[in-house]
């Protein structure tokens, strides 16, 4: 666990829980560029929610992540794109589910947020929405990469057990600006192998992420069925919004989440005046932040 006692303005990234300490110092180099891109967002003035969907949209756009461009892929080869973002003074929120490829799916919540009518958007009327926000379709061939097939490959011909830390490397993001704003932003392609139509935790507000000014932004990532059931960012940020310290908050929720319900995984959090935090149960989770002066990274 990270818990840092910093305050101000910052942004915190994660690359995804998992398995492969071996890749993660890789994922967290990502994580810082993701990062220092959404601080830089935040200098130039950007607030909280477009200072975190700038750092995710980075990450979706690198290959090596789980969203955007190198998402899982479904048991039938195809791409279905979950995100969700969530700004923490309205507490207006956005999310899409199996969407078809589109390069920032982040961007295609944003528009269900703009759209102020509903919360959460699958398939074709999430398309609709990305289209008239003016995002453009991408196509399966430009954004399932090598790497996917062959996670893909390594799944379904059962050459290695299907794990959970085949599907991880989703990411996100929490931010907080110079008005104490806080909004969270997460993005994945779901877990490798997964039967055409399952969504998880990260389009769902509460489940995968969620802000309250009066609390903190939470990111999550790892079992989506764990973390739907457990309302894991709604209940970090909860306890956040009844005085628990940041990094206390995360513990406990994750805790919860491996012990009643079977999950497994990481998130970040961070409350207004800045303080944050970043925890895992997994063996990895490349995380880094970013506050403009000052900067960390790690893969764990
Ligand atoms: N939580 C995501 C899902 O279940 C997977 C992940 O975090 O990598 O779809």
Redesign the pocket.
Known sequence: MIAEERVGPVVLVHG???GRAEEADDLAAGCALAAARGAAALRAGAGALEAAIVAVEVLEDDPRY?AGTGA?LTEAGGIEL?ASVMEGTTLRAGGVAALGPFRHPVRAALAVLDDDRHVLMTGAGGEELALAAGLQRSSLADMRTARAIQRLESVTTGRSPRRIED????VGAVAVDPDGRVAAATS?G??VG?RPGRV???PVVGA?TYADDRGAACS??????A?LRAGTARAVVDACRQGRPVAEAARASLTEVVERFGGT?GLIVVDPTGRLAAVRSTPAMAWAWDDGVDRRAHGW
Request: glycine share 34%.
């Open positions: 995804g829980a998992g789980n899982a979950d599907g991880l490397d989703t994945t779901g877990i997964q998880g935790d990260t995968g999550a990532t790892g079992t989506g069925e973390f995984g």
